[in-house]
Structures are given as C-alpha cells and as structure tokens.
C-alpha cells in the first residue's frame, strides 16, 4: 500500500508520542460519553491546574448514556490541551511552532495521490448507514457541553469541500451536530468574509446544485492543525500541510462524492448537503464562551462512511477559554499577527504579539509587545495594524512594553494605571463587525474598537520589589525551610524601568550588605544649608556631578 510511504504522524502515531512524552492518561474504566467524558476532562482548565501540567485524555472503555458500548476509543485534548502537546504534533519545541508555520505558508507542498489508503479498510454504505448503532450512531460521539447541548457535535472535524468552478479543496474546522444514523448539521461559519465552506455553499446554491463534503475525523497532526487555522481564502490547506510535514500528504479519492480526502485518516464521513434545505441546529457550547442558541444551518445527508479497522474518534474540548481549541488557535494566530505587523507593515520594535484567552477567547482582546523607546507614531501604526488585521478580531487593542506580562490581569492594570493617559493614549474606532460572539437579540452586529497606548512615555523609577539576586537566594532559603510549594508571578522581582542612577546602585549594595552607616556617612556630606527650595525637592535639581566613587 502506497500510503505507508510518508514520514509524518497520523493520530495514532501522534498518541504513542504523547504516551512517551508523559503527556496522555488512558482510561480504561466505563466513561459515558454524553455526560461524563467531556466534564471530566473540562475539570483541567477549571480546577486550577498550571497549562504545563495538563494532558490529553484516552478513553478506551466508551458507553453512552443508556450503557451502550462502542468499540472505539475517543481522544480528547490530544491536539492541543496545551502548547507542549501542540508542539508535539508539529514536531518542534514549543518556541519553533511560529517559525515552522511561517516557513509551511511561504513554501506549501501538493498532495500525493494514491489509490488505497488506511482510511478505506471498512466501507459503511446503503443499509449499514440507517438505524440505530449504525452509521453516525455507531460512532462514539460525545456531547460536548451536558445540561445545554442538544445532540452529540462532531467538534474535532476537518470538513473539506471544494469550489465547484475552480476545483480548489478547502478543509475548516466547523462544529456538525448529529440528527440521525445517516443525516447531521454542520455550521459553516459565515464570519467576516465567510469561510471557505460557506463561500463554496453560496455557489452551489447559485448553481442548484447538492454539495459535496467530507467530513475528517482523525487526521494526521499537520492536517488537523491547518483547520482552525485562517489561511487566506484559496490556499489549499493540504498543501500547507504538506509544507509543515516537508512532505506531500496522502490524499485519496473518496468512495462516494468527488473530493480528495487524508489517506491516513480515521475515520470520514462522505455526503450532499442541499443548499435549498436548512434544519435547526444547537444549542451548542461555542468557543467564544457563551452557548449558541439553536439557529438554521446545513443539513449533510450521508451517502459513505469509511475508517481504519483500529479507528480512533478524537473530540476537541472547547467553550469557555482555556480550552483545548483556544490553545490551537492561540499557538497559530499569535505568530500571524506578529509576521504582518513586523514583516508586511515593517514595524521593527515589536517583540510580541498575544491574544488574551481565558473567558475572551481569543478574538476580543489583543497585546502588542513593544520594545521600551519605541516611537509614540510606530505604537499606533501597530495598535491600528492589529486592530485591522482580521474584521472579528482586536476590539480591545492595547500596547505594553516587554516588561508586562500579557497573561495578567494586574500587570496590565498596572501598565494601564501608570503609562496611560486616557485624554491622549486612547482612541475609539466605530463600525466593526461583531465577529464570532454570542448573537445580539436587537440584531445591531457593529461594534466599536477600542485602541490603548499604556507603553511607558519616558523613564520611570524601578519596580518597588527586591532585585533579581536577593529573590532567587529566598526562594533557595524559602525551599530549605520546608514552606508550601511556590509558582512565581511575573514581576516576582524589581528591575530598573530608566530612572535610575549608578550611586543609588551603589547604596543599596552597601545596605544589604549591612554597611548603612557609610551612606549615611556620604548623605551627611550632601546637607544643605540656607537653600531656598521645599522638602521632596529632586537631589537631580539642587547638585550637579553627586555621583560617589
């Protein structure tokens, strides 16, 4: 078989590399699927877990709400429960994930074709398709958010169609609720632009013609990440695939509609969706956060599924950020904006880019890293670069220097407290779109954009905590003594923020060195006598040269 000739993973591979890593639980007790299995797994971002010390899930003893068995095992998180499982599956570090995708986008590589693949081992079609614990109800198919979803929802999916004059596949990530063993509803995002699928429905719609669409369940890593990702509209997302693997991906061609599917897939779900024809679909938990409530979308009749004998159904964890797709989207989207604020718009003092993600998910709230001295005109062509990059994203735009942590609350209330003024440093934009939220029941989609210079103007004092050399040896001493466990917060220790002088360095050697005495000795010699100026005048404005060797 042809399909063995390739070097990536596919999930299955992906999964022992994560067992190795430390980094997979296997769970083999009964866990039911409908009301268990994603709560449990939730329990990693809510319960106070640092992002390093999740991991992904395997359920390998599946039941559903009636005790129904299944033979297959579900994966859960095991894409990006965090950034090292992410790195994981693109086989670099977590600080080379930016780079590789730079270099797959500038450098794609077309699919090889083949003619027999793992994902064909078994063909369900015709009767296999219809009745209970057939077709799409054999799959172990988790609700994703119990007490509020309405159905079992293909989260984790990569849904392939292809443009009907152009014949230019795209493959995005959309959520498909289950309404019966042959027949689910897939939401095609209509985002600003429309994603690709849904451009492609709009054309079939204006042919009246049935659509043909794949649905991936279990793709090889590289496949699976260029879902959530936002390519432009009309790169082929296997080919950038291709270019994160540094190899052509298998495709085959699929049993029953004319689409190119990933040959080391686990499982695919081959159908028509009519364009005339909508079905309500939802409620469903939604990845900005709030549950979408039930809206019309696009019924897909199932004509074929296929699998690997030995499938595995993968399900992503999403709603309330932090989740598993808000790690996905974090680690892809954070280096995009950083290439088309530094590369297309050539603004050189930018060191960062960070999307916030707990409870914002992502799209509302982003921090622009910049480098102290950055010029005041350079900070705004920045902020109004991200604030424009992507029309559902950047309503709140703010810029920090490097010394504040954008994953903290106190942090950038800090920078906002002491380096903003709101008079000069803010500035609010009308007519934006709403972008990917809970909808508004007025029906008013505009937004407004909120821009935020709180980057320092000009030197400050340094941060009122003790230097960097002193923390480290407490924390030494801290350990020694036996005290609770400590996680250091960002600033744990003071550092100069400008204004500062070399004898104030050398002051405060001598008063941890227990050697006050000198000092008070040298200020001594500094008094001053029959000067007309008030007290908390500056030493800077009464003596020139005070510097003590």
Not at 507 to 526: P, T
Request: aromatic share 6%; glycine share 10%; net charge negative.
């Amino acid at each position: 078989m042809v399909a063995s000739l390739h070097k990536y993973r596919d999930l299955q591979d992906h999964l022992k590399a994560l067992d190795d890593a430390g980094l997979l639980w296997t769970i083999d007790e009964p866990v039911d699927k409908d009301s268990e299995m994603h709560p449990l797994v939730r329990w990693q971002f809510r319960g106070g877990l640092a992002e390093s010390d999740r991991k992904a899930f395997l359920f390998t003893n599946v039941v559903n709400g009636n005790g129904r068995k299944y033979d297959i095992p579900v994966a859960v998180g095991a894409l990006a429960v965090n950034q090292e499982v992410y790195g994981v599956g693109m086989g670099v570090q977590i600080d080379e994930i930016a780079e590789k995708w730079h270099r797959a986008i500038n450098n794609p590589i077309p699919p090889r074709i083949i003619n027999a693949a793992p994902c064909q081992e078994i063909v369900w079609e015709a009767d296999d398709l219809i009745g209970e614990g057939k077709g799409l109800d054999a799959l172990p198919i988790p609700v994703s958010t119990p007490g509020f979803d309405s159905a079992p929802t293909l989260s984790a999916t990569n849904c392939i169609t292809k443009d009907p004059e152009t014949g230019v596949h795209n493959m995005g990530t959309y959520r498909c609720g289950l309404k019966a063993s042959d027949r689910l509803v897939i939401r095609m995002a209509t985002r600003v632009g429309g994603a690709g699928g849904y451009l492609h429905w709009k054309e079939y719609k204006k042919l009246g013609e049935k659509m043909p669409c794949a649905i991936v369940l279990g793709c090889p890593p590289y496949v699976a990440f260029t879902g959530p990702q936002k390519l432009p509209i009309g790169m082929d997302e296997v080919d950038v695939a291709g270019g994160l693997a540094g190899e052509p991906i298998n495709m085959v061609n699929a049993k029953s509609v004319s689409l190119l599917v990933p040959a080391e897939a686990e499982v695919i779900i081959e159908g028509l969706i009519d364009p005339e024809v909508l079905e309500p679909e939802g409620p469903f938990g939604e990845s900005h956060g709030h549950v979408a409530l039930e809206e019309f979308n696009m019924p897909l009749h199932v004509t074929t599924i296929t699998r690997k004998k030995n499938a595995v159904i993968p399900s992503y964890i999403s709603q309330v950020a932090p989740s598993e797709s808000s790690v996905i989207k974090r680690t892809a989207y954070e280096p995009l904006f950083f290439n088309h604020l530094q590369k297309e718009l050539g603004i050189k003092g930018i060191k960062r880019v960070a999307l916030h993600e707990p409870l914002t998910g992502l799209l509302r709230v982003i921090f622009i890293i910049v480098e102290n001295g950055m010029a005041r005109t350079e900070v705004w062509r920045a902020l109004n670069g991200a604030a424009a990059y992507k029309g559902d994203m950047g309503k709140i735009t703010i810029a920090v220097n490097e010394d504040i942590d954008p994953d903290s609350a106190d942090s950038i209330l800090w920078a906002l407290a002491y380096r903003h003024n709101p008079s000069e440093d803010l500035v609010v934009l009308p007519h934006r779109n709403q972008g990917h939220g809970p909808k508004r029941g007025h029906g008013q989609e505009e937004d407004g954009t909120l821009l935020i210079d709180a980057t320092m103007k000009e030197d400050m004092p340094p941060l009122a905590l003790p230097e960097k050399e002193y923390m480290e040896k407490a924390k030494e001493l801290w350990k020694r003594l036996g005290l609770p466990s400590i996680r250091p917060e960002v600033p744990w220790h003071g550092y100069s923020l400008g204004d500062w002088h070399l004898q104030w360095t050398k002051d405060a050697k001598r008063a941890a060195e227990g050697d006050y005495l000198k000092n008070g000795k040298i200020s001594h010699k500094r008094q001053q006598r029959g000067r007309d100026f008030p007290p908390e005048t500056s030493v800077r404005d009464i003596e020139e040269g005070w510097d003590e060797d």
